[in-house]
């Protein structure tokens, strides 16, 4: 299964994912249309100083999307189609761990689909793709 | 199937086609609606003007505003005059935030004969303000059977006979589908309003609205239920109402404000989420979950408002259908974006009786009511049965709830030897005949027997048994539910003044809808004056008709409260979920408003429409009586299912022990009476109107709705009653 794993001790919270992120599907630097985002990690709890917030494609917000708009690809990614999805917002309700992002510009939601372009982008090997 | 649809489609003859112009909708308007003359065959549009977006809002506003202006105070139900109006509402449509898609279908009502509104689910009414229309007037009668066919995206509309289809709503709906659609997927762009074969021949007609489940792969229906409109449908020669539109998404609405509509209803869907499970279980079941709990308080109608609770409801407990019936972890919400997604369905359900015998199909239900009435309400605590009486009673276009409150009352009447195998023709109506239940429907379908009878509604049994079966009047008239000729929704009332006033003193008859207060009132014990009560029976019909101005669902409102509800200050209210409700109508229309503007809109529209009924023959003191056994214990039976809660009332409050059970009954009714007498005369004071129930004109002029012919149907009433004012001369 494709998705991102994530080394939360070797983030350094830079930031390049998220704009490596909303530049490829957004065509803009805007952090907050990225669908990996950073959080500091004020709370303890991980061990870095920071969070990093991006789907690992489990699925679960799929259940109740009545378009049938999010659905899984061959590699295990859970995928929007924008030409089916009415922009309901449920599936950001669904997914416990808050990883389906929406802009107020935007149609519809948008999450990670596990491109892999932010692991490319990271300096310190914080992300990776699995296959 | 392609094939025999292009034969259904081949016998289609057009009567008319209409071109309109594209225009975008501008923060939750069209400022437009569609007129359909069927005698004549004319479709026009009709600009809505500003001042009546202020007045009426949309909705049910709207809707009983066009019918205003279309009949006169002489229209039947079946006089060509007399429109359906569909119309949705401001907020309706968008996508973000749950239960946005009802629809408001209002008429003059063969049952009651007033006008009457009904709110339904389905994609009809989001779609139809899609193509372009805040509102549908179907006025006149068409020759012969006909549909009609909005696309929105070509901006057209055709009329066309329909001599082939099925009438029947679960055939009719997927031949339409079928036809209309491009291909599987592009059924989701189809929205049918259809009735049924039962609704040509019963008063209890009703309309389905559809929708496509594309995991279930079949139309799926829901229901303008009460009042009979579907009989006005059929008698109007309607075979279907199709709309077409492609390319829904969450801004057509053109909103003034997304941002505000975003995090409102992402709030929401999170507490769903959250907390459903924890809740109602919705999404498990539905309104259902309250099968149990009903029974547990007491609350649930059995043998016909008798009992208000039963050993066997455990048989037809929501448990029940979650395990064996209901499919489990789909959505079902009844438009885009209702995470609550209460709209349950029973797949593959195999029927036993009637025209569709052998077949599986899939039933739309159970609701609570449906379970409540048709079950409990008529003894049949049998979950197939009940399943089985859901499927006819969509399909055929008959309303469930007066459905099962009208075989309620024949049953009871023949347990009584009141009717015998005489009058119902051989069909045996002993409680809890499931079977007898559902031929009485077949009945109505075929046009024959007693259902023809049980299908005028209980107003029109209680005459005939009097009048031709030599009936007692006075006891039909203590244990027919029914008052305005509306049969009473599957709530025991009985024990509960405020919800007594709640059935009672509704403007279009006994229907939940308006107020839901029993909990509050006698399992929380929050209103112990008549003034409390009052206070919410002018709040709580005035809330929830906003729901109905806006096309939203309530259910979403209260069937789901924010974790720390409790908490808040008025948890009854659920003050968490009115700031939703106030930053979404901001977002979409672009206007602010506070609490008290959400009454202010509301109470134009509830005082136009009481004013409406004042005008249509109804709306005095005298009409809003309502049937003894709302209010107490008829018969023995029932006292002494109470007896200690009664004879413990008649101690405390009317201050003497009686002996006899007859005396006792007879004093406690004595007492009812008075208070419930009491309470309306506190519920007409706090509502601005005089003791008869007549709005006072300051109540018109400061709501801005007196215009001079709505002061016109009230002044004789207040110069009689010497409420006309002076400065009015
Ligand atoms: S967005 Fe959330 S629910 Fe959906 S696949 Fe990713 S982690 Fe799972
Ligand atoms: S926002 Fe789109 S993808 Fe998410 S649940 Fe709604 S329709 Fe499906
Ligand atoms: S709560 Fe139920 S009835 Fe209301 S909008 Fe949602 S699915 Fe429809």
Known sequence: MRKLLVDYSLCNGCGRCEIVCSKAFYKEENMKKSAIRIFSNSYGGYHGQYRLAVCDQCGVCARMCTPMALNVDAHGVWKIDKSKCVGCLICIGECERGFIYYHDDLPTPFKCIACGLCARACPTGALRLSE | M??????????????TEYKYKPKAIYRGYNNRSLHIDLSSMTIKEKQISREIKEKFTGGRGFGLYYLWQAVTPQTHWDDPEN?????????????????????????ISPLTHLPIDSNVGGHFGPFLKFSGFDALELQGKAGNDVIIFIDGNEHLIRIMTAPREAIDSHILVEQLSEMYAIDKDDKSNIAIVSSGTAAANSNIGMLNFSFWDKRRGCVRLKQAGRGGIGRVFRDKHIKAIICCFRGVNGDLNNPADKRLINAAGLRLHKEVAN???????????????????????????CYNYQYGSDPKTQKISSKVFIEKYVTQGVPDGCWYGCSLSCSKAVDNFLLRTGPYSGQRVCVDGPEYENA????????????????????YCDTYGLDTISMGTMTAFAMECFNRGIITLKH??????????????CELMHQMSRGEGFGMIVGRGIREMKRIFVEEYGADKAFLEDIGMEQKGLEYSEYLMKESLAQQGGYALCNKG????????????????????????????YYFPLFRTWFGLLGMCKLPWNDITPADNKYSDDPSKVPGHIRNYRQVFEGVTGKPIDDDDILKMSDRVYTFQRVFILRMGSGQRCHDKPPYRSLGPVTKEEYLSRQPRYDKQL????????NGIEERIAALRHWREQQFEKLVDAVYKRRGWTPNGIPKLQKLEELGIDFPEVVSVVKPYLQAEGFWPDYAE
């Open chain 2, 83 to 107: 429109e359906i109006v569909i119309a949705h509402g401001p907020i309706s449509g968008i996508t973000q935030y749950p239960g946005a898609g009802k629809s408001l279908v209002c008429s």
């Open chain 2, 510 to 537: 006994p229907q939940h809808d308006e107020a839901w207060l029993i909990f509050m009132d006698i399992v929380n014990n929050q209103m112990p004056t008549f003034e409390d009560k009052a206070e919410a029976l």
């Open chain 2, 2 to 15: 392609k094939s025999e649809i292009h034969l259904l489609a081949g016998q289609h003859q057009q009567l």
């Open chain 2, 424 to 437: 119902t023709g051989g069909l045996d109506l002993t409680w809890g005949n499931g079977e007898s239940l």
């Open chain 2, 651 to 658: 101690k405390e409050k009317v201050g003497f022990d009686i």
């Open chain 2, 275 to 301: 907390c459903d499970h924890l809740q109602n279980n919705m999404r498990k079941i539905g309104t259902a979950n309250i099968i149990e709990v009903m029974d547990q308080y007491d609350l649930l109608p």
């Open chain 2, 372 to 391: 409540a009435g048709l079950g409990a309400n008529t003894g049949t605590f049998d979950p197939d049965w009940i399943l089985e009486a859901n499927f």
